[in-house]
């Protein structure tokens, strides 16, 4: 280095010299020497950068994201907590599970968590276990879109209701299917709840006499659905396992779906019970899932999407002396605006529904994508 070079401050390499708060230990994150600034909120650690490489396990991928930032850190640290969840004999597992799941294409991650035994209570939507029963009895969902060039969007709907097709954002669904769902309905699952209510008014279980409680509802509904597939399995009508409602009937699961009249479920039962005895005890199943949250040990939720079946989750630790110890949610929605589907978890810590020091992460993308990547990487890592 010149005399000259000196004096301009300039090091061989053209570089800037040093500037006030820039020391030789700036260009190692601050580990180095004693020129810098005090900080207390920062800590040296490295974003090390994520990998991606052929012959990568779910659970590898994972475990790299938590290498970068980001949703990519989140979702490594969603894994770690939701693969504790599992692997805790103490846990129980709540699950809330929103949105169009089952149309999207979950309905078999969501039944083989609950044989397997991941799932200790599912609350769901009334949408869900309508879409679920229509696969199970050998409807379809089939590939759409949600936008047609040559026409607008007004167009595009217009067509598909002339077509007798619902739309799913880009899944659609013949409506004959909604048929055969009332159908199967009407013969195979409401006339035994209607004639036990006739018989003995369903006494018992914490809901009111001469009714019956959604989760008994939905229990056989389950029953039917798996009887059903097994039928149409048979006949060769459809390949589509018996589903999320089966799978809770045939393993003892209990199946809440807190807000079953805004479905085609609930308006099936509202009709049904208009010329018959049955009827629904909206307020029988806070009863079993305080019980199973009571006696829990430890609690975990896995909160996917937002809406009822999130704060029914979440909302029972409310009459519990406990709270939960773990908790992940995916969700796309934000905080800013107030509402419950982008509530974060550390606003629910303010309530009490999570424990001081529990473990709690959200994720923030299309429930699509992180929950088969979710289960994926954390079961990997607790069946491994």
Not at 69 to 85: L, P
Not at 183 to 197: I, K
Request: glycine letters at 12%; a negative charge.
């Amino acid at each position: 280095m010149t005399d000259e070079d000196a004096d301009t401050g300039e090091r061989e390499d053209g570089d800037p010299g040093d500037t006030a708060g820039k020391g030789d230990d700036a260009g190692d994150g601050g580990t180095g020497g004693t020129d810098g600034p005090e900080r207390e909120e920062f800590s040296p650690d490295p974003v090390a950068h994520a990998e991606a490489r052929a012959g990568m396990t779910v659970d590898e991928l994972a475990e790299s994201y938590g290498d970068a930032g980001f949703g990519a850190s989140a979702m490594a640290e969603a894994v770690d907590v939701y693969a504790e969840m599992l692997g805790r004999e103490a846990v129980t597992n709540f699950v809330g599970l929103a949105g169009a799941m089952v149309p999207a294409g979950m309905r078999r991650i969501v039944a083989d968590l609950i044989r397997d035994g991941h799932v200790d209570a599912l609350v769901t939507t009334g949408a869900n276990l309508t879409h679920d029963a229509i696969e199970a009895i050998g409807g379809k969902h089939h590939h759409g879109r949600h936008d047609v060039p040559e026409l607008t969007r007004r167009e595009h709907d217009e067509t598909l209701r002339a077509e007798g097709v619902d739309r799913i954002y880009d899944v659609y669904l013949p409506q004959e299917h909604f048929t055969h769902f009332e159908t199967h309905l009407r013969e195979n699952v409401f006339p035994p709840l209607a004639d036990a209510v006739g018989a003995d008014g369903e006494a018992g279980g914490g809901h009111a006499h001469g009714s019956v409680s959604i989760q008994r509802l939905t229990e056989e509904l389950g029953r039917a659905n798996a009887e059903a597939n097994a039928a149409a399995r048979e006949a060769g009508e459809t390949e589509a396992g018996p589903g999320i409602a089966a799978a809770a009937w045939e393993h003892d699961v209990p199946v809440y779906c807190p807000a079953i009249q805004d479905s085609v479920l609930g308006l099936q039962t509202w009709m049904y019970g208009q010329t018959s005895s049955l009827s629904v005890d909206a307020f029988a199943d806070v009863t079993g899932l305080t019980d199973l949250a009571f006696d829990a040990e430890e609690a975990g939720a896995l909160v996917v999407g937002g809406g009822v079946p999130k704060n029914f989750v979440l909302q029972t630790m409310l009459v519990t002396p406990g709270a939960y110890d773990y908790a992940v949610q995916l969700t796309m929605d934000p905080e800013a605006s107030g509402g419950l589907s982008g509530a974060t978890l550390e606003e629910a810590r303010s309530w009490g529904k999570l424990e001081p020091e529990a473990r709690n992460v959200s994720v923030y993308a299309d429930a699509t994508i992180t929950f088969p990547l979710l289960v994926a990487a954390a079961r990997e890592r607790v069946e491994a």
